[in-house]
């Protein structure tokens, strides 16, 4: 998987990119973040990608803790590799996802016993109210313009006291790796085109700054918990030699627990 995207270069004052940052083309006709077009690839890549295995989502399963009998909602599940792990860790995993190619391989790794639907996160949420201990929410929410109606449905359907635990793409991250750089304080999109198996996958982002995110989180009435920078797993170090010391100090994705209120009574 490669990213197009440059690394930074310097913005002069006044260039019009400022406010319009630089974006791929698509092509008339083309899907966006098309992800049934690559579901097997991404999947075979980031099985054991340094960064968004052992980084990202080791980060999500760390910060659930001990989750043995909790209800969890795995939103914006992809193939499953979260919810495999935290099903294995004794909780009741449900998944969404809006692309039903990907809920496809979480069918062949998660099995018929498992509740995988299609949904996407913009609109409500097909579960009743406090259905949920716990939502997680890995690598997802960056796809999404507006976090306010997302977010208030998953504050619906977890239990008072429960908890939303997300990582997304790091703001500095990408407010540092555009060229020309971006205004850091807006909400806007970029589209990245993501490159498998010699075919180009166009797929857009929604930036925003941290006080955007952490706003938005209490807007919708959760409380701040945890705020984590995850680095690679220790248990990765053996496994990439290499790489391992340098993604080690690099920023990647950010993670945060919110907390849903407990109830009144
Ligand atoms: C980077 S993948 C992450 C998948 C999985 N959470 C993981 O950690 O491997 C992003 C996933 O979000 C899904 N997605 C993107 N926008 C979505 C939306 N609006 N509603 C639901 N799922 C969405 C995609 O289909 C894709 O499976």
């Known amino acids: 998987m490669e990213r197009v995207s440059d690394m930074p270069d310097d913005l002069e004052p006044g260039h019009p990119a400022w406010v319009s940052p630089a974006t791929e083309p698509v092509a008339p006709g083309q899907a966006v973040n098309d992800y049934d077009g690559f579901a097997a690839a991404y999947t075979a890549e980031?099985?054991?990608d340094l960064m968004?295995?052992?980084?990202?989502r080791s980060a999500i399963t760390a910060l659930a803790g001990d989750v043995t009998g909790r209800r969890i909602l795995d939103a914006g599940c992809g193939a499953?590799?979260?919810?495999?792990?935290?099903?294995?860790?004794?909780?009741?995993?449900?998944?969404?996802?809006?692309?039903?190619?990907?809920?496809?391989?979480?069918r062949e790794r998660l099995g018929d016993d498992v509740d995988?639907?299609?949904?996407d996160l913009r609109d409500p949420l097909p579960f009743a109210d406090s259905t949920f201990d716990d939502v997680v929410a890995s690598l997802v929410l960056h796809y999404l313009a507006d976090w306010g109606p997302a977010l208030a449905e998953i504050r619906r359907v977890l239990r008072p006291g429960g908890r939303l635990i997300a990582s997304v793409n790091h703001p500095f991250v990408e407010h540092?790796?555009?060229?020309?750089?971006?205004?850091?304080?807006?909400?806007?999109?970029y589209t990245d085109?993501?490159?498998?198996?010699g075919r180009s996958f166009p797929l857009t982002f929604w930036r925003r700054p941290l006080q955007a995110m952490t706003t938005a989180f209490t807007d919708a009435g959760f409380r701040l918990s945890v705020v984590r920078e995850p680095q690679p797993d220790p248990a990765a170090r053996e496994r990439f030699p290499d790489d391992f010391a340098a993604f080690s100090t690099k920023l990647s994705f950010l993670c945060f627990v919110v907390e849903a209120p407990p109830s009144a009574g």
């Open 46 to 48: 980031t099985e054991n």
């Open 193 to 197: 085109a993501w490159t498998f198996d």
């Open 116 to 119: 995988l639907r299609v949904a």
């Open 52 to 56: 968004v295995e052992y980084g990202a």
């Open 80 to 106: 499953g590799p979260v919810s495999v792990a935290l099903r294995d860790r004794g909780a009741v995993v449900t998944g969404i996802d809006a692309s039903a190619g990907m809920l496809a391989l979480a």
């Open 176 to 189: 540092l790796s555009q060229s020309p750089r971006h205004n850091y304080f807006a909400t806007t999109s």
